[in-house]
C-alpha cells in the first residue's frame, strides 16, 4: 500500500480514490484517518482479488447499471458491490483480517 498526496487527481467531491497499489488522498490529513484508510484497504483487497483491471470494469459497468436503475449518479456510487462491502466495513478495522475471498458478491 503506498500513500500518496495529490488534490489536482482527484474530483472536487472526491477525497481518495485506490488506484492498486496507491491510495490517493487529497490531503495529507487523511493518512491518519483509520477509517478513511480501512475502506481504501478493502478496495486494494478487491482490486486484487479481480487482478486490478477486471475490477475496474466490473466496477464501471456495475455503476452505469445502477445509474440507469436509480437515475442519480451518488445513488448509484453508493450501491455499486464494492462500495457497499466498503463502506459498510470501513469502520470494523479487523475485517480485512477474516474477510473471505470474493466477499463483495454478498453486496450486489
Known amino acids: 500500500m503506498l500513500l500518496v ?5 482527484l474530483r472536487k467531491r472526491f477525497v481518495g480514490i485506490t488506484l492498486w497499489p496507491f491510495i490517493i488522498m487529497k490531503r495529507a490529513d487523511l493518512k ?5 484508510i480501512n475502506h481504501e484497504r478493502i478496495h486494494l ?3 486484487l482479488e479481480l487482478l486490478v483491471l477486471p475490477f475496474f470494469i ?16 451518488y445513488v448509484a456510487y453508493r450501491n455499486i458491490s464494492f462500495e457497499r ?7 470494523n478495522l479487523d475485517y480485512l483480517k477474516k474477510r473471505s475471498f470474493w ?3 454478498k453486496y450486489l
Open 103 to 105: 466477499s463483495f458478491v
Open 45 to 47: 483487497r478487491q482490486q
Open 85 to 91: 462491502e466498503a463502506y459498510q466495513n470501513e469502520n
Open 5 to 9: 498526496v495529490n488534490k489536482y487527481l
Open 32 to 36: 491518519n484517518d483509520t477509517i478513511f
Open 58 to 73: 466490473w466496477y464501471l459497468v456495475e455503476y452505469l447499471i445502477k445509474v440507469l436503475y436509480y437515475k442519480n449518479g
